[in-house]
T-cell receptor, first 115, second 114 residues
Framework: AQKVTQAQTEISVVEKEDVTLDCVYETRDTTYYLFWYKQPPSGELVFLIRRNSFDEQNEISGRYSWNFQKSTSSFNFTITASQVVDSAVYFCALSERGSQGNLIFGKGTKLSVKP | EAQVTQNPRYLITVTGKKLTVTCSQNMNHEYMSWYRQDPGLGLRQIYYSMNVEVTDKGDVPEGYKVSRKEKRNFPLILESPSPNQTSLYFC?????????????FGNGTRLTVT
C-alpha cells in the first residue's frame, strides 16, 4: 500500500498565483516525521521542512507554508505568489519509527510556474 | 562547505561491465544511504548504512552492492549492470539514522546502461 500519496502529478500556474501541493500519508505509528523536498531542474534534492507527528502547528517561511492535519493524514504545502524559480518537482516524504532512517517518498508533483 | 559528493555525475556503460559510483560526505554523519529515482516511481531506497561496517538492504537492493569501510565513504557497486538499472541515483547522509534526521542528498548520478 502506498504510504505517501501525491495525487497531483503535474501542476501549471502563472506567476503570482498561489498554489497548494497535496500530500496524504498512511502510517500506524504514533510517532513519525514528515518532510518536503524540492528538486529543481538542475536535479539536486533540497530539504525544505521537517514536521513531527506531535506538532500540528502550521509553519510559514516566507512565501512557503505548510498545513499539517493529523485528522486527515495530510501535510499540504502552499506557495504564495509563485515565481518562475519555484518551478521544480516537490516530494513529500514520511519517516516512521523503526524505519532505520529510511524516507518513504511520494511520487512527486511537478510544478511549472509560467511568467 | 558541508556536502555529500557523488561521482561521476553522468555515466554511460554497457551491460555487464562492473562499475562503482562513489559517495563521500564531510559532515561526520553516521548514517548513509543510496536511492534511485525513476519516472513515476519517486525515490526508492537501495541500501543504507547505520555506521562503519554496518550495511543493510533497502527496498530495491537486487543487483547492487555497497560497502562502508570508512565513515565518510559509501560506494555503490554494480557488479553486472543491466538496462533496468538505468536511473538517477542519489547518495544521502544524516547525522543519525533516526526518524527526525533530515537526509542531505548529493547532486545525483545519472546512469545509462545500454
Amino acid at each position: 500500500a502506498q504510504k505517501v500519496t501525491q495525487a497531483q502529478t503535474e501542476i501549471s500556474v502563472v506567476e503570482k498565483e498561489d498554489v497548494t501541493l497535496d500530500c496524504v500519508y498512511e502510517t500506524r505509528d504514533t510517532t513519525y516525521y514528515l518532510f518536503w523536498y524540492k528538486q529543481p531542474p538542475s536535479g539536486e534534492l533540497v530539504f525544505l521542512i521537517r514536521r513531527n507527528s506531535f506538532d500540528e502547528q502550521n509553519e510559514i517561511s516566507g512565501r512557503y507554508s505548510w498545513n499539517f492535519q493529523k485528522s486527515t493524514s495530510s501535510f499540504n504545502f502552499t506557495i504564495t505568489a509563485s515565481q518562475v524559480v519555484d518551478s521544480a518537482v516537490y516530494f513529500c516524504a514520511l519517516s516512521e519509527r523503526g524505519s532505520q532512517g529510511n524516507l518513504i517518498f511520494g511520487k512527486g508533483t511537478k510544478l511549472s510556474v509560467k511568467p | 562547505e558541508a556536502q555529500v559528493t557523488q561521482n561521476p555525475r553522468y555515466l554511460i556503460t554497457v551491460t555487464g561491465k562492473k562499475l562503482t559510483v562513489t559517495c563521500s560526505q564531510n559532515m561526520n554523519h553516521e548514517y548513509m544511504s543510496w536511492y534511485r529515482q525513476d519516472p513515476g516511481l519517486g525515490l526508492r531506497q537501495i541500501y543504507y548504512s547505520m555506521n562503519v561496517e554496518v550495511t543493510d538492504k533497502g527496498d530495491v537492493p537486487e543487483g547492487y552492492k555497497v560497502s562502508r569501510k570508512e565513515k565518510r565513504n559509501f560506494p555503490l557497486i554494480l557488479e553486472s549492470p543491466s538496462p533496468n538499472q538505468t536511473s538517477l541515483y542519489f547518495c544521502a547522509s544524516s547525522l543519525w539514522g533516526q526518524l527526525n534526521s533530515p537526509l542531505h542528498f548529493g547532486n545525483g548520478t545519472r546512469l545509462t546502461v545500454t
